[in-house]
């Protein structure tokens, strides 16, 4: 059974910064795309990172420069550091985790319960 578990999350100034982790288990976590995809209260979600098992890095143009997307196999963890926060980061970011030959659709993997990240101006 696949677990994922975020934290991290909070209240935030604009120009700071936030560090997200997401735990994994109950998969082969090495072979795994692991996402952070985000949800803003009237939209839909989106991918804001992904990184590969070999570790090749997918941004969202608006966080392009400012976030970055890490992953250590052994400790089976994703992380995302969010730098320069602006007010429209404010969401709810879910971590997720998908087989490798799926691509970075909403529809696909499992999903972590989300974590609030709420930045103010």
């Known amino acids: 059974q696949v677990q994922l578990v975020e934290s991290g999350g909070g209240s935030v100034q604009a120009g700071g910064s936030l560090r997200l982790s997401c735990a994994a288990s109950?998969?082969?976590?090495?072979?795994?795309?692991m996402g952070w995809y985000r949800q803003a209260p009237g939209k839909q979600r989106e991918l804001v990172a992904g990184i590969t098992s070999g570790g090749t890095t997918n941004y969202a143009d608006s966080v392009k420069g400012r976030f970055t997307i890490s992953r250590d196999n052994a400790k089976k963890m994703v992380y995302l550091q969010m730098n320069s926060v602006k007010f429209e980061d404010t969401a709810v970011y879910y971590c997720n985790a998908r087989h490798p030959s799926t691509d970075w659709g909403t529809g696909f993997g499992s999903w972590g319960q989300g974590t609030q990240v709420t930045v103010s101006s």
């Open positions: 109950g998969i082969i976590f090495s072979i795994y795309k």
